[in-house]
């Protein structure tokens, strides 16, 4: 911040679901990588201008209050529990404003979220101006925060990889029980639920992102998340789901053959998309970049295209003119973090940015083809395939923290069948 600066950070509310309930509180991610403070309506500043360095505005207790939703830390909790210098009840803030912008040449804060406090900040900041013969100075730059913190939050510290990697263990036990209900006669919200069911028992709040469980071509519509469909054997399951562990979340997909056997032509595509993947992990590495991450993933997909019969045309010529994209649509990294699509640029002065220690990010290269593309082979149609893993960098390389959820074919066959000899 420099000196001479103020923050003011609103942290999350409660969102309605229906009528007069609501979803289940989930912190904003900013306010809880500062904070720690994950209940709703409250608000942190942040100050260098010699006031005080922390103050978090919150609900005060309320026993009435509380006795309906819960336990509320109030300001004694705010000072005790998470370290804040001063702490006031949240109805106290827009009477704080004079105090909090009196001294700061520059203030923190981003417009758009909470319009009320917006104008409350800038009918403040006109109230200095008309008394500048007072001596009032108002603050002479208002600087979006989200910048600089969201670079801080691109570089995952070591506290924060050990909970990533405590998240990664559920995903996989999560994944290690999905795997099992892969056979004909299940549906895929049975498996959804036994995800949820997983996540839950082992302590993390819940999926990280809307679990996408998709049999047969349902694999191939990639944010399919109706998940009511039943599963057919001889069929694949694609599973995209990964928990959310003290906020941060993990984001992991395997695909499993149904009934426990890839047909030829399934393993033919699983085993391109699994080489490209690998291919795209090695090119993880200190100073490469996403877009060549990417490019390993597309080389080896548009050779696996062209060996299918899906693609008439030489590799460099498909890869120049970007025709694997009919089967290959997405990106194949996105970084991890609070956020399962986490803040943090993706390019720094135009460029893409060097990959740095401390990166998190996904790997998920995939292959998709339709249930009606003529163009396939008919043993092809219907087939989706993705597999995804979440990549970190380090000092000498590279650690894979989802490596352990098997991948190679066999031992994602013998997962689904351990099921099968449970029945
Ligand atoms: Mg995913
Ligand atoms: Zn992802």
């Known amino acids: 911040m420099g000196p001479g600066g103020v923050a003011i950070l609103c942290g999350a509310g409660l969102a309605t679901r229906s009528n007069d309930t609501e979803f289940r509180f989930r912190q904003d991610s900013d306010f809880h990588y500062l904070t720690g403070f994950d209940h709703p309506n409250a608000v942190a500043v942040f100050r260098t201008d010699g006031g005080p360095t922390f103050t978090l505005f919150v609900e005060p207790r309320d026993p009435a209050m509380e ?40 203030l923190f804060h981003v417009i758009g979220r909470n319009t009320e406090l917006d104008a409350r900040i800038i009918e403040n900041l006109e109230l ?45 036990e999560a994944h290690h029980e999905a795997a099992k209900l892969a056979h004909g006669g299940n549906h895929e919200f049975e498996v959804e639920a036994v995800l949820d069911y997983t996540f839950r028992r082992r302590g993390s709040s819940g999926p990280a992102y809307g679990s996408i469980v998709g049999g047969g071509a349902n694999a191939t519509v990639l944010h399919y998340v109706q998940n009511n469909q039943p599963l057919k054997n001889d069929e694949l399951l694609l599973i995209d789901a990964g928990c959310e562990l003290e906020g941060y979340a993990s984001d992991v997909t395997r695909t499993y053959p149904i009934g426990g056997t890839f047909s030829p032509a399934q393993r033919a595509v699983y085993e391109i998309v699994l080489e490209a993947q690998l291919a795209s992990i090695e090119a993880c590495k200190f100073g490469a970049t996403l877009p060549e991450v990417h490019n390993a993933s597309v080389r080896v997909l548009t050779r696996g295209m062209i060996d299918l019969g899906l693609l008439d045309i030489g590799l460099e010529e498909a890869i120049e003119k970007e025709n694997y994209r009919r089967y290959y649509m997405h990106g194949t990294s996105h970084w991890i973090g609070l956020d399962v699509h986490d803040a943090g640029t993706y390019t720094e002065d135009g460029q893409p940015r060097q ?30 395939v993705r597999i995804e893993d979440d990549v970190v960098i380090t000092a000498d390389g590279y650690e ?5 959820i098997p991948k190679e074919p066999g031992a994602v066959e013998a997962w689904v069948r351990e099921g099968q000899s449970e029945e």
């Open 67 to 106: 006795t309906w939703n819960g336990y509320r830390p109030g300001t004694e909790g705010a000072v005790a529990e998470y370290g804040a210098d001063e702490a006031h009840g949240r109805e106290e803030l827009h009477s704080s404003l004079p105090e909090l912008l009196k001294r700061s040449d520059r």
């Open 355 to 384: 990959l740095a220690e401390g990166m998190l990010f996904s790997v998920e290269p995939g292959l998709y083809i339709t249930a009606d593309d003529e163009n396939a082979k008919p043993e092809l149609r219907g087939i989706g």
């Open 128 to 172: 200095m101006r008309r008394s500048s013969r007072a001596g009032a100075i108002p603050p002479e730059e208002i600087v979006d925060p989200r910048r600089a913190l969201h670079e801080m939050r691109l570089f995952k510290t070591p506290e924060e990889l050990a909970i990533l990697r405590r998240g990664a263990a559920i995903t996989h």
């Open 400 to 404: 894979n923290l989802t490596e352990s």
